[in-house]
């Protein structure tokens, strides 16, 4: 997929603060979702359909990713 992300609306969470190692998210025109690392904001992107992102945040509210204890 070839995407142009040229003109997206990049944002960060509320939590970052003014932290400079965060991951930021577009809302795409097409109805996907975009993720960048906010060090190399002109570096690659993965784009993600919106069933793609739901599913993702859901496993994050689950706590599906956490780190095995």
């Known amino acids: 997929m070839n995407t142009?992300?040229?003109g997206v609306n990049w944002f960060k969470s509320s939590?970052?603060?003014s932290?400079?190692?965060c991951v930021e998210?577009?809302?795409l025109v097409e109805g996907g979702v975009g993720?960048?690392?906010s060090k190399?904001?002109?570096g690659p992107a993965l784009i993600f359909t919106?069933?793609?992102w739901d599913a993702f945040t859901a496993g994050v509210i689950d706590g599906g990713f956490r780190r095995p204890t």
């Open 19 to 21: 932290q400079s190692e």
């Open 40 to 42: 190399h904001p002109t």
């Open 25 to 27: 998210v577009a809302w």
């Open 15 to 17: 939590y970052s603060s």
């Open 35 to 37: 993720v960048r690392d």
């Open 4 to 6: 142009d992300l040229s």
């Open 50 to 52: 919106p069933g793609e």
